[in-house]
C-alpha cells in the first residue's frame, strides 16, 4: 500500500487519473503504462482499476444503503466465484473445516444478482456509515448526511466491488483522525492479504496513519521526487541534508521540505551554508541513492506476461449482462420516481387544476355542430395538446440535476447509457398516460371551445416555401393532424354545409389540414417514431457527451500582475518562523487599524433539542431529540479554543447555537455576552462566522469580495479611504494579497484554490472588525501546509485578542498545540474535556492519563489522536467508564463552572452592546454596495446574459422568416392572425425563456444571500431591489435585439408611435416574465419545485390572455381573472397600438370591416384604453417584483 504526497498543484490527481485510465482525453501522455505486462489498448483498465475522486457526487434521494448496493451490483462479484470454488477445493484436499462466519460471507459475496449484498454490510461497518445507513444522502437544500460520511460514501461506493486496484484521492478529507486510521487499517489488510494495489493521496495524515504505509510516493512540480519504502524515505532526505524535528509528523515534513518558503528550517547542515533544493536536485539525488537504483532496476525489468492471472485483468467492458444492466437501472429509476413522487402529484393536480378551469370557461352547452362552432373544437383540441406538451419543462431541471452522477457511473462502466435513458423513457410512459387519461377524462365531455385559434397561427399552406419543410418535421403537426381528422371526419360533423361540403371537411379546409382517415394512423406512427427518435438521441448524447470538467481552478489575474507573482520570492518570512510558520511564532501583526472592543462568550447550561423524524417516533419513546447536554463553558479574548471530537458529537450545532444561527429546533440554557444575555440583532454586527462550505459569489475577485463585506459591515462614521486600508491589512494578513485581483470562480470548477477559498472565507468575517469569530473546519480539505498556512492567519488573528473559536477534525501535532483551549465533546452532545492544553498538551494528556484504565500515550504520538481514540465509544465500553460523568465529577468542571460564573456578572464599567440601528449602513448605501456587486456579477457571466441576448436574435430572425414583409399586407382576418398569432406567439416563447433562465441564477444566489443578511450585512429587502433593477439594462437590450431585427423585416407601420408602441409592450413583457421568475424562486424551496409552478404559470397565462378566449366570448365569472393576467394586457397593447387606429377595409368571417372595426368587435380592444394599458403593462413588473422582495425577506428554505 502506497502513499502519495505532494504541494497543491503537483499533480496528484492527474497523476492517479492517468494510473487508472481516467486522465482527461485532451492531456497529451506520452511514455508507458501497463498492468502486469499489458498496456491499456489490451485490456479494459477502467473495469480493472477504479479512481475514487476528491469530489463527493451522489444522488441526492438514495439513502447510503441504496447507493452502495446499487455499485455493488453494477460492478458485479468479479472472480470471488472462482474464488471461492478453488478455495473450497483446497479445503477438502487439506480436510480443513472453515469457520462458519467466514464460510458464509465468502458464499454470499459470491452470489451474483443479490437486490442486498453481506459485501455492503461489510463496507458499511468498516466506514463507520453503519449508523445512516438508511439515511438519504441530502443536499444543500435537503437536510441529509454529513459532509465526513459523504467522502465514506465516495469510498465505499468504489471499494464495495471486486476490483483490487484502487487509486483513491484525498478520502480523508472531513473525516476525524481516529477513522482515517480505521479505513486505512482496513485498506492495509486488504493489501496485505489478498494481494491488491493500492494508491492513497491523503491530504494530512498523521504519524499513527502514516505509519501503515508500506511505500511512498512524494511528487512536486509535476515529478516523483521520492519513490520507495516509507522506512527509507527520512534517510534520504537527511542524505539530501535535510531533518525531521522531534514533534514534527513525518509527513508534514515530506510536504514542507519540497517547499521553496519552507524547506530552510529543515536544513541541519550548520557548518555549510543553506542554498535552495530544487525539485530536480532531490530527483537527481533519488538517481544516485540505492532505493533509487533499486528501483530503476524494477521498472526495466519486464513482465512475464505468462505469470499473469487469467483473472487478475478484466477484459469485459460492463460485468453484467445487458439484460441485468436494464432491470438493475429500471428499479433505481422506479426507486427515484417514487422519491419523487411529491413531484409528479404536484405536476398532476396543477394538471386537474387546469383542466377544471377549462371547463369552466368552455362551457359544452355553448355549443352547436356548425361551422361556426367547429373552430372552438379546433381550439380546445389545440390548447389541450400545448398543455401536454409543456407539462414536460420541469423534467428538465430533474434530468440535468442527475446528470454529474450519470457521467460519473458511465466512465466507470457500471452501465451502458441505453441502461440509463430506456428506463427513464419507459417509466414516463405511465406517467404521461395519466396526465393524457385526467386531461382528456375532465375535459372531453365538459369543454367548450375558443373561437378559432388555429386561424392565427400560421398555417402550412400560408408559410413561405423556404421553411415549410418546418411544419412536417415538428411533432405538434402531427398531433394536430391525428386529433383533428379523428374528430372532424366523425359521423357527427358529416352534415352538409352552404358549400355543399361536409362540416367536418370544410373545418379541416380551412384550416390546412385536409387529410383522409389513414392519416390518423400516419400521425400516430409519426409520433411514435419521433418518441424513438428523440430517445435514441437523448442516448446518443448520453454516450458521446463529456461532464463539464471539475478541479480545473484558474485564477484570472492580468498577465502582469501574472509575471510579476511568478518572480517575486519571499524567503524572510519562512527564514524567520522556522517551525510551523506563525503557529508557534508570534505574529508581527498584533494590531490594526480600526479599534474594537474584546468580548467573552460565557454560557451555562445549554440544552438543544430537535423533534423526533415521524417514521422514528413510533419507536422512540421521546418526541424530542436531545442533542445538547448540559454544556457548560467560555470563549475568552486573545484565547484560541478547539471544538472536538467524533462525527455526531454535536460540535457544529454547539456553534451554530451559540452563534445564533439555528433556524429550527429548541434552545435551552443562559447565553452571554461580556456578562448581558445575548440579544442576536446586536450581537451579529461583533461577531463573525466562517461556514465549511466557503460560499462566495463567483463572479466577483477576492478584493471585491473582501470591499464589499467592509463597505457594509464596518461602521458608518469610518470613511471609504479608511474602510481600503483595512481591507488591504486585512489582505496582507490573510495572505489574499498576491491573488486580490483573481476571481473567485465556482468550487471544484474555475477560479482560486480550495486552501485560500477557505482564507477568503475568513478574510470576509474579519474585515468586518468583529470581537468573536466562529469557524467550522477551517482546515478541511487543505493539505498539511495549506492548513498551516490558514492556522497562522487565525493565530495572526488571536493575537489582536480577537476571541476564536474552531471546530476542527484531524490536526497535525503542530496544528492541535495551536490552540490554548479545547472543549471535546462525545456523541450525544456532552462534554468530556474542557480545558488549557498546556505545554506540548502535558495539562490534556495528564487528565486523561488520570483515570484509570486509560493507556499511556507513545512518544511522538500525536496528542490529538490519542485523545480520540481513548475517548471513543468502543473504548468507554472497554473501560466501563462514562467520560462525560468522570468530567462532571472533576476538580476541572468545578473551575470551569466559577469560571463561568465570574463571566457572567458584567465588568465593572462595562456597557451592554448596542447599537442605534439594525444595520452599519442606511439603506442607501446598502443599495449602492448590493447593485455594486451584481452589476461586476452579472458583467462576467456571459453564459447567462449573452444566451439569452442570442435567444432573442435568434427568435427575431426566424420571425422575420416566417412573415417577410406581410405587416401591412392585411386583406383578410386570415392575414391579420398571421401576423399577430406569430409575434404574440414569439414574444411568449422569449418570455418565458426569461422566466426559465432566472431560476438557477436566483436559486443559486439565494444561498449567498442566506449567508450575507445573517451576518447583518444588509436588508434582505435592499439586496432584492439591487436584484431587480439589475435586470433592467439586459432586459432593455433584449427588447432592442428583438426590435430592430424583427420591426422592419416583418415590416409594421414605421410611425414613431407604434414603434415606441411595439419596444414598450415587449420590454414591459419580458420585464414582467422575468420578475415572475423570481417571485416564483423566492415562494419555491428548490429549483425543481420553481420549474413546475413556472410551466404552471406558463399555461395560465396563456389561457387567459385573450390570445385563445378573447374577452368578449368568456364566461363572465372568469373576465375578473382575465383582467389580472398581464399577459391580456400585452397582448391588448401590441394589437391596440398597431392596428387600433388604421381604417383600412378587409374581409373578415365573410364581412367587409375596417381593422379598427374587427379589433374592437372580436377582441374587444378599443384604441382609447391605450393610457390604462400603458400603466398596467408598467404595474406588473413592479408587482411581481414587490412579490420576489416580499417574500425572499420572509421566507428562509434553508435548514440548520
Known amino acids: 500500500m502506497t502513499l502519495l504526497l505532494g504541494l497543491p498543484g503537483c499533480g496528484k490527481t492527474t497523476f492517479l487519473q492517468t494510473l487508472a485510465g481516467k486522465h482527461d482525453p485532451s492531456l497529451k501522455v506520452s511514455g508507458e503504462i501497463s498492468y502486469n505486462g499489458y498496456k491499456f489498448s489490451e485490456f479494459v483498465p477502467h473495469k480493472t482499476s477504479t479512481y475514487i475522486s476528491q469530489y463527493d457526487l451522489h444522488c441526492s434521494d438514495l439513502t447510503v444503503r441504496e447507493t452502495i448496493d446499487f455499485s455493488a451490483r453494477c460492478q458485479g462479484i468479479g472472480n470471488r466465484a472462482d474464488i471461492l470454488k478453488e478455495l473450497s477445493r483446497r479445503e477438502k484436499l487439506l480436510g480443513i473445516i472453515p ?29 463507520g456509515l453503519d449508523i445512516c445507513a438508511d439515511t438519504i444522502v441530502g443536499d444543500a437544500m435537503n437536510q441529509g448526511i454529513s459532509g465526513g460520511e459523504k467522502k465514506r460514501l465516495t469510498t465505499g461506493e468504489m471499494m464495495v466491488g471486486p476490483i483490487k486496484s484502487l487509486f483513491m484521492d484525498e478520502i480523508s478529507t472531513g473525516l476525524d483522525s481516529s477513522t482515517t486510521f480505521q479505513i486505512v487499517t482496513c485498506l492495509q489488510q486488504l493489501a496485505h492479504i489478498t494481494g491488491a494495489t493500492i494508491l492513497i493521496s491523503l491530504l494530512q495524515p498523521t504519524p499513527e496513519t502514516f505509519e501503515l504505509f508500506d511505500d511512498i510516493i512524494l511528487m512536486a512540480e509535476g515529478k516523483i521526487a521520492y519513490q520507495g519504502p516509507r522506512s527509507e524515505v527520512q534517510e534520504f532526505f537527511e542524505y ?26 529543515y536544513w541541519f547542515h550548520r557548518d555549510r551554508p543553506y542554498s535552495y533544493f530544487s525539485t530536480d536536485k532531490f530527483i537527481a539525488a533519488f538517481k544516485e541513492f540505492h532505493g533509487g537504483q533499486r528501483l530503476h532496476e524494477e521498472i526495466y525489468t519486464p513482465f512475464n506476461k505468462t505469470e499473469n492471472h487469467k483473472n487478475a485483468l478484466s477484459f469485459n467492458i460492463h460485468s453484467l449482462g445487458k439484460w441485468k444492466l436494464f ?52 381550439a380546445c383540441l389545440f390548447f389541450g395538446l400545448l398543455r401536454l406538451l409543456t407539462i414536460g419543462i420541469p423534467e428538465l431541471a430533474l434530468t440535468n440535476s442527475r446528470l454529474g452522477i450519470f457521467y460519473k457511473q458511465r466512465d466507470f462502466y457500471f452501465y451502458p447509457s441505453w441502461a440509463y435513458s430506456i428506463p427513464s423513457a419507459i417509466l414516463k410512459i405511465p406517467l404521461s398516460v395519466l396526465e393524457t387519461f385526467l386531461w382528456t377524462t375532465l375535459t372531453y365531455f365538459g369543454v367548450g371551445y375558443s373561437p378559432e385559434p388555429e386561424r392565427r397561427f400560421l398555417t402550412a399552406a400560408s408559410m413561405p416555401f423556404w421553411i415549410k419543410w418546418g411544419f412536417w418535421i415538428s411533432p405538434v403537426s402531427y398531433a394536430e393532424i391525428g386529433i383533428s381528422v379523428n374528430e372532424f371526419l366523425s359521423p357527427r360533423w358529416q352534415k352538409l354545409s352552404s358549400s355543399n361540403e361536409t362540416l367536418g371537411h370544410q373545418t379541416l379546409l380551412k384550416r390546412g389540414l385536409n387529410f383522409g382517415e389513414h392519416f390518423y394512423w400516419i400521425s400516430v406512427a409519426a409520433l411514435i417514431g419521433m418518441w424513438f427518435l428523440v430517445n435514441t438521441a437523448f442516448t446518443l448524447a448520453l454516450t458521446y457527451s463529456k461532464p463539464q470538467k471539475t478541479g480545473t481552478s484558474q485564477a484570472i489575474v492580468s498577465h502582469k500582475r501574472f509575471s510579476y507573482l511568478k518572480r517575486k520570492e519571499d524567503l524572510s518570512n519562512s527564514m524567520q518562523e522556522n517551525q510551523l510558520p506563525g503557529v508557534h511564532v508570534a505574529s508581527k501583526v498584533t494590531s490594526m487599524v480600526l479599534p474594537f472592543v474584546p468580548i467573552t462568550l460565557s454560557f451555562e447550561n445549554v440544552h438543544y433539542f430537535v423533534d423526533t423524524p415521524k417514521k422514528f417516533r413510533e419507536k422512540v419513546l421521546n418526541k424530542k431529540l436531545h442533542l445538547l447536554q448540559d454544556i457548560s463553558g467560555a470563549f475568552r479574548p486573545g484565547v ?25 429546533g429548541y434552545t435551552e440554557g443562559d447565553i452571554r455576552v461580556g456578562g448581558y444575555p445575548k440579544v442576536q440583532e446586536t450581537y451579529a454586527r461583533v461577531s463573525g462566522y466562517c461556514e465549511q462550505t466557503d460560499v462566495h459569489s463567483p463572479q466577483i475577485t477576492v478584493k471585491e469580495s473582501v470591499i464589499f463585506s467592509a463597505w457594509l459591515r464596518l461602521p458608518a462614521e469610518i470613511p471609504m479611504q479608511k474602510r481600503l486600508e483595512f481591507v488591504s491589512e486585512v489582505l496582507q494578513m490573510i495572505e489574499l494579497d498576491e491573488i486580490q485581483n483573481a476571481l473567485v470562480g465556482v468550487p471544484s470548477v474555475s477560479g482560486i484554490s480550495a486552501e485560500q477559498r477557505k482564507r477568503l472565507t475568513i478574510a470576509v468575517e474579519l474585515v468586518s472588525n468583529p470581537s468573536i469569530i466562529f469557524m467550522d473546519e477551517p482546515t478541511s480539505c487543505l493539505d498539511a501546509r495549506a492548513a498551516a498556512v490558514v492556522m497562522r492567519v487565525v493565530k495572526n488573528i488571536v493575537n489582536t ?5 474552531c471546530t476542527i477534525h484531524q490536526p497535525s501535532i503542530d496544528i492541535f498545540e495551536a490552540f490554548d483551549e479545547i472543549i471535546l465533546m462525545k456523541r450525544g452532545g456532552q462534554i468530556t474535556y474542557s480545558g488549557e492544553l498546556g505545554q506540548n498538551s502535558c495539562k490534556l494528556i495528564e487528565y486523561f492519563e488520570g483515570i484509570p484504565g486509560v493507556p499511556k500515550i507513545k512518544d511522538n504520538y500525536n496528542p490529538a489522536t490519542w485523545m480520540l481514540e481513548v475517548t ?51 439603506r442607501w448605501e446598502q443599495f449602492k454596495a448590493c447593485l455594486w456587486k451584481q452589476h461586476l456579477s452579472y458583467w462576467r457571466n456571459p453564459t447567462y446574459n449573452l444566451g439569452r441576448m442570442i435567444l432573442a436574435m435568434v427568435s427575431s430572425v426566424l420571425y422575420g422568416a416566417l412573415l417577410w414583409n406581410k405587416g401591412q399586407k392585411v386583406d383578410n382576418d386570415q392575414d391579420f392572425f398571421n401576423i399577430i398569432g406569430s409575434t404574440y406567439v414569439f414574444m411568449i416563447c422569449i418570455g418565458a425563456s426569461n422566466l426559465f433562465s432566472a431560476l438557477p441564477i436566483i436559486t443559486s444566489q439565494r444561498t449567498i444571500e442566506y449567508r450575507e443578511r445573517f451576518v447583518g450585512m444588509y436588508s434582505s429587502k435592499v439586496h432584492s431591489l439591487a436584484q431587480v433593477i439589475i435586470e433592467i439594462p439586459y432586459v432593455f437590450l433584449e427588447a432592442t435585439l428583438f426590435l430592430i431585427i424583427s420591426y422592419p423585416t416583418v415590416n409594421l407601420y414605421g410611425s414613431a408611435f407604434k414603434v415606441s408602441w411595439y419596444f414598450y409592450n415587449i420590454f414591459c413583457t419580458l420585464l414582467t416574465y422575468k420578475y415572475t421568475g423570481m417571485a416564483i424562486v423566492s415562494l419555491s424551496p428548490t429549483y425543481q419545485t420553481a420549474s413546475i409552478f413556472g410551466s ?48 383600412k377595409e378587409i374581409i373578415a368571417f365573410g364581412e367587409r370591416k375596417t381593422i379598427s372595426t374587427f379589433l374592437e368587435n372580436h377582441y374587444g380592444f378599443k384604441h382609447e384604453d391605450l393610457p390604462l394599458t400603458a400603466i398596467l403593462l408598467c404595474a406588473y413588473p413592479i408587482f411581481f417584483a414587490s412579490i420576489f422582495t416580499y417574500f425572499m425577506a420572509k421566507l428562509n428554505f434553508q435548514r440548520r
Open 99 to 127: 469457520e462458519p462466519d467466514i464460510d458464509t460471507y465468502m458464499k454470499a459475496i459470491s452470489v451474483e444478482g443479490l437486490k442486498r449484498t453481506l459485501q455492503t454490510d461489510y463496507i458499511l461497518k468498516i466506514l
Open 327 to 378: 432491470k438493475l437501472c429500471l428499479s433505481r429509476e422506479w426507486l427515484l420516481t417514487k422519491r419523487n413522487l411529491c413531484l409528479y402529484v404536484l405536476k398532476s393536480s396543477q394538471l386537474i387544476f387546469v383542466a377544471l378551469v377549462a371547463v369552466s370557461i368552455f362551457i359544452r352547452t355553448r355549443m352547436k355542430i356548425d361551422e361556426f362552432h367547429a373552430s372552438k373544437f379546433m
Open 240 to 265: 539530501c541534508g535535510f531533518r525531521c524535528p522531534q514533534r514534527k509528523g513525518l509527513a508534514d515534513f515530506l510536504q514542507e521540505v519540497l517547499s521553496e518558503k519552507d524547506q530552510a528550517q
Open 1096 to 1143: 404552471y404559470w406558463i399555461v395560465i397565462v396563456n389561457l387567459f390572455s385573450g390570445f385563445l378566449i378573447p374577452q368578449p366570448v368568456l364566461p363572465k365569472w372568469w373576465v375578473w381573472f382575465y383582467r389580472m393576467v398581464p399577459t391580456s394586457w400585452a397582448l391588448r397593447g401590441l394589437l391596440t397600438s398597431q392596428y387600433g387606429d388604421i381604417n
Open 801 to 805: 485578542r480577537r476571541t476564536i473559536v
Open 640 to 664: 484560541l479554543t478547539a471544538l472536538m471530537g467524533a462525527s455526531g458529537a454535536g460540535k457544529t450545532t454547539l456553534m451554530d447555537v451559540l452563534s445564533g444561527r439555528k433556524t429550527g
Open 872 to 922: 471513543n465509544p468502543s473504548s468507554e465500553a472497554e473501560l466501563g467508564v462514562d467520560f462525560a460523568h468522570i468530567y462532571k465529577e472533576s476538580h476541572l468542571y468545578q473551575r470551569n463552572k466559577e469560571l463561568v460564573q465570574e463571566l457572567r456578572v458584567p465588568a465593572q464599567g462595562s456597557k451592554e452592546l448596542h447599537f442605534s440601528t439594525r444595520f452599519s449602513q442606511n
